[in-house]
């Protein structure tokens, strides 16, 4: 009974971050611009390079090896959306920084992979037995926050959506569910801490980007733009985007 509420959460955690993914994919195209902010998209992309290629062993070599499968599965179609991912990146992200030339933006991103990279694979070995799980709840709480600090520096939800946010949520949410069906595997405060810290994040980015999308509307009835028109954001918000 247990394993297949546990095989039912991997589900809904990969059908929930692989729908985040996609609308992000989408809405980059639709609006010229990268979705997911650049750190966390770097942290996300090498944690699942990782657990798909190095980790997975380990991690398929607890009590349910059938719900560690289903993950490495999960971890695979991440990565192959994360090629749209980087698509967006590397397409559009120069825009965002029109201060520096494309080629050291190109160069800084490459940069802050390779330190993503290089921090998970220290911080795993120090202080998860070579594992990712606990790495990946930090990664959820920093992903968290980066999202309401990206829509504070754009000022519009240019690039968001409420897809995006819900289902970023309730793909998190179901990770944490599975946690409490066993306690005991990973004891401690920090999972309890991460898991409040993202709930807490979340929900606070849904009311945030909702508010936006209100004040946005509201403009377009009163109409100061067309109605479908995407907000373009200002010189100072384009150069400060994460």
């Known amino acids: 009974m247990v394993d297949g509420i546990r095989m039912l959460l991997a589900a809904v955690c990969g059908l929930g971050w692989t729908i985040t993914y996609v609308l992000a994919v989408r809405n980059g195209l639709r609006d010229r611009t990268y979705c997911i902010p650049l750190v966390a998209l770097a942290m996300n992309i090498c944690w699942e390079f990782q657990f798909v290629f190095f980790r997975s062993a380990d991690h398929m070599s607890g009590s349910n090896s059938d719900v560690g499968g289903a993950e490495v599965v999960i971890g695979v179609i991440w990565l192959i959306v994360d090629c749209g991912l980087l698509y967006t990146v590397f397409r559009f992200g120069p825009g965002e920084f029109p201060f520096l030339p494309p080629r050291v933006f190109y160069a800084g991103f490459v940069v802050v992979l390779g330190l993503a990279y290089a921090g998970i694979e220290v911080l795993s070995r120090e202080f998860d037995d070579g594992d990712v799980v606990l790495t990946s709840f930090g990664m959820n709480v920093a992903m968290s926050g980066l999202f309401l600090a990206m829509l504070a520096v754009r ?67 009163e109409g100061g733009r067309q109605v479908g028109e995407r907000p373009v954001p200002r010189d100072i918000e384009r150069n400060a985007s994460l």
Do not use: H, N
């Not at 069906?181 to 807490?200: K, Q, R």
């Open 155 to 221: 000022g519009s939800s240019r690039g968001q959506s409420m897809g995006i946010a819900v289902s970023k949520c309730v793909g998190t949410a179901a990770t944490c569910a599975a946690w409490f069906l066993d306690t005991s595997e990973y004891p401690g405060p920090w999972l309890p801490y991460c898991m409040t810290a993202c709930f807490v994040l979340d929900v606070a980015y849904i009311g945030a980007l909702a508010t936006v999308l209100r004040a946005e509307k509201e403009k377009e009835a």
